[in-house]
């Protein structure tokens, strides 16, 4: 692995932004032209990762170099740095592979879109910036990289900007993320304080040594950790910040399934992964665990009782996140990783199937208004099943490996976490197989002038998704054969250190119990919904509360937003700036106006006024030196 | 010959002048007046020289005299313009300078 591969590895994504951003107006003509631009751009960075992954094969030491520096002091350098170890190939496969798949899928997607070219810039630009994020071999750098995904997502949300809802939705994602970064920033300088450096190898080394400033005394890192978590929360959608994400669903599809399902919001996750050293240390997992557990069995339980399929894949999301931050909690950071390996291809074909639905059914979302679309979409449906299988854990898929081996790991921590991860499994599969029964089962509900035009995407939109389904269902297999014993686990042994808990009990025992509680919610969905319309819902208060996702927004809203606006309404503008701040400014130039009006009476144009006055001086002169002088 | 009753003189013109200028509105009037207080400068400049028996005063005299004629042509000549504009030369009603 050398430096120049890295960094064509980063600059390709960045050069195709700058094509389709900069030379975006010549290529409106040629659309076609401009998305194979932007996803050729992806698919160098694929190519060199695969390179790097591959460097990294049979005991390959971890790539750590500098390419130039970036501020310096007195006391303190930050570097532009690259560390490539295996868990950044890991993430470096997942980002490429996944998105470059999404950028051919974009092609057809949006085909048509007068933003055509700013879509694929914006993309690229995405890509770009998440490369940054794992690429980098200090916390600077993936601050850089953390906040140009957030501004991506931002830009992506509110692609549509001549939608309201969009432009909400991107300015709330924003808002609500500048909350976590806020907690990141804190405690990068909590780091900064304590060790003097942001270096991540630095850090660790220190770290383990005990050679660092207490800043805080002995909770220095505990401070630090759990400041860093709240950057994590915010990006990565866990409760109390996760309400952004089932909003951010206004984007594009295509953008919910790279950036809100595969890859920025797995970003808090490879940053504790990152961080691994400093959790162990300062024993702040349990609080990681607990919030990504309760996160996972809220947010399922929200999208028991949704009917837009794409939040229902939101919340869906929030709650495998939820499950990924429990497995770096309890210290099974192979485990958490791997789920977000597996998370990403299942889920990223689930949104992009969704998008198929989408494409087929005139933008349409409510799943009510559909039913019996297997025949018309058989490929669609196909493949969205093998990613609802695979997330409901239907053994020996993509889910079942990974979700198998955080509970397992859940269990030697706590077996209450273990509990509320195995009714959020069952939730799982319970909704995601509600959400297929409705979608592609049953009769058509469909309208008839969006059922006339019913078809199956074109070849560029379904070949990626055909792709997809492969390591959809196979990875878990794959990677995650023999547990902890996993291919998975030896490649990423060297990064994460050992685990406080050691998985304890019959491993096979615990993929049963795991098979039957995913099949479980299988049939039970099958038992409700492969028959029955949805209108037929219960109506009483508990299902009120669920669909309308526990009045958390409304709440918010009551208790946060509009304190805020009403405060800034009356408080800041009303009083502060009318009164105070205009008051000063206006208050000045009133006295001045007052005492000009004064003194311009004396200017009164007429020549001998001034002349009376000039003789009167001259007489009081003359006078004061006769009689005084 | 008594230098003072030049110097009383003097001082009864320029008085006179400065109470010229200070109420009456005429233009060329108080142009006069002007004059008037310029020449009771001059007398007072050459009964003084006069006195001490030096030169300098009345070498002053011609400068004053000097002065007062290129004044007379610049003030003559605004005054006529200024006629020309406002068709008065009433200074009161010359007053566009009003801050």
């Known amino acids: 692995m050398s430096l120049e591969l890295i960094v064509v590895l980063l600059i390709a994504p960045l050069v195709g932004f700058l094509i389709n951003g900069l030379f975006g107006k010549w290529l409106k003509g040629n659309e076609k032209l401009s998305g194979w631009i932007g996803s050729v751009a992806v698919l160098i960075s694929l190519i060199c990762s695969i390179i790097a992954f591959a460097s990294l094969q049979g005991g390959g030491t971890p790539f750590d170099e500098t390419l130039y520096e970036w501020i310096t002091g007195e006391s303190f350098a930050f570097n532009i740095g690259f560390r490539v170890d295996a868990l950044t190939t890991v993430m470096l496969l997942v980002i490429t592979g996944v998105g470059f798949l999404i950028h051919v899928y974009s092609i057809g997607y949006m085909h048509g879109d007068a933003g055509y070219t700013r879509y694929f810039a914006y993309l690229n630009l995405f890509v770009f910036a ?68 942001l270096d991540f190898v630095a850090i660790f080394d220190a770290a383990e040594a005990d050679n660092f400033q207490k800043v805080f005394g002995t909770s220095t890192l505990v401070i630090a950790t759990l400041l860093l978590f709240v950057g994590a929360i915010g990006k990565s959608a866990q409760i109390p910040l996760y309400v952004w994400l089932p909003d ?92 977000l390996v597996t998370h990403a291809f299942f889920k990223g074909l689930m949104f992009l199937t969704a998008g198929s639905v989408m494409h087929a059914m005139a933008n349409e ?27 409901a854990g239907f053994p020996f898929l993509s889910g079942f490996w990974s979700k198998d081996e955080i509970l397992h790991s859940a269990w030697g921590s706590s077996p209450l976490i273990y509990i509320i991860g195995l009714i959020t499994a069952f939730l799982t599969a319970f909704y995601m197989f509600r959400l297929i029964f409705v979608t592609f089962y049953g009769e058509s509900r469909v309208e008839p002038d969006v059922a006339s035009h019913l078809h199956e995407s074109p070849p560029v939109m379904w070949v990626p998704l055909a792709i997809l389904a492969i390591p959809s269902a196979l990875i878990g297999l794959l990677l995650g054969w023999g547990g902890h014993d996993s291919w ?48 037929t819902e219960p109506t009483n208060a508990l299902y009120k509360l669920i669909a309308n996702k526990y009045y958390i927004d409304e709440i918010y809203n009551a208790l946060i937003v509009q304190p ?14 009318n009164g105070v701040i205009d008051g000063i400014v206006n208050g000045v130039a009133s006295v001045i106006q007052i005492i000009g009006g004064t003194l311009r009476r004396l200017q009164t144009g007429i020549v001998q006024a001034y002349i009376v006055s000039m003789v009167l001086g001259i007489v009081l002169f003359l006078a004061y030196y006769l009689f005084f002088g | 010959m008594e230098l003072q009753y030049y110097l009383i003189l003097s001082a009864l013109l320029f008085t006179t002048g400065v109470i010229g200028v200070l109420v009456r509105r005429n233009a060329i009037i108080i142009f006069m007046c002007i004059e008037l207080m310029l020449n009771a400068a001059n007398l007072a400049f050459v009964a003084i020289s006069r006195s001490l028996g030096e030169a300098t005063g009345q070498v002053f005299v011609f400068f004053v005299m000097a002065v007062a004629a290129a004044e007379v042509a610049i003030g003559l000549a605004i005054i006529v313009s200024v006629f020309k504009h406002r068709e008065t030369i009433n200074v009161d009603e010359v007053n566009s300078l009003k801050g």
């Open chain 1, 488 to 535: 998975f686990h030896h490649f990423t042994k060297s990064v994460f250190p050992e685990a406080h808990h050691e998985a304890s009990g019959n491993v096979v025992l615990f993929m049963v119990i795991s098979s039957i509680v995913g099949l479980a919610g299988i049939a039970f969905a099958w038992m409700r919904y492969s028959k029955r319309v949805p209108s």
């Open chain 1, 248 to 339: 951010a669903m206004e984007g594009p599809t295509p953008v919910s399934a790279l950036i809100h399902a595969a890859t920025m919001v797995t970003a808090g996750v490879y940053m504790i992964a990152r961080s691994a050293v400093l959790y162990n240390i300062a024993h702040t997992g349990e609080v990681v665990a607990w919030i990504g557990v309760l996160t996972a069995f809220f947010a399922a339980t929200i999208a028991l009782a949704q009917n837009d399929i794409k939040r229902i894949l939101a919340y869906s999301t929030v709650s495998q996140l939820g499950y990924m931050f429990l497995g770096v909690g309890v210290g099974a950071y192979a485990s958490g990783v791997f789920h």
């Open chain 1, 130 to 197: 998440m490369l940054i994020l794992v690429l980098g071999n200090n916390y600077l750098m993936m601050f850089v990289g953390w906040e140009g995904v957030g501004l991506c997502s931002y830009l992506l949300i509110g692609f549509w900007y001549d939608k309201k809802s969009a432009t909400d939705a991107g300015k709330k994602a924003f808002i609500v993320n500048r909350i976590g970064d806020f907690g990141f920033l804190l405690g990068m300088f909590t780091l900064f304080a304590a060790f003097g450096t």
């Open chain 1, 365 to 391: 979302l409510d799943m009510r208004k559909m039913g019996g679309l297997k025949a018309k979409m058989p490929i669609t449906h196909w493949t969205f099943l093998v990613g609802a299988l695979a997330i």
């Open chain 1, 564 to 577: 805020i606006k009403n405060g800034s309404h009356y408080l800041l503008w009303r009083i502060v700036d």
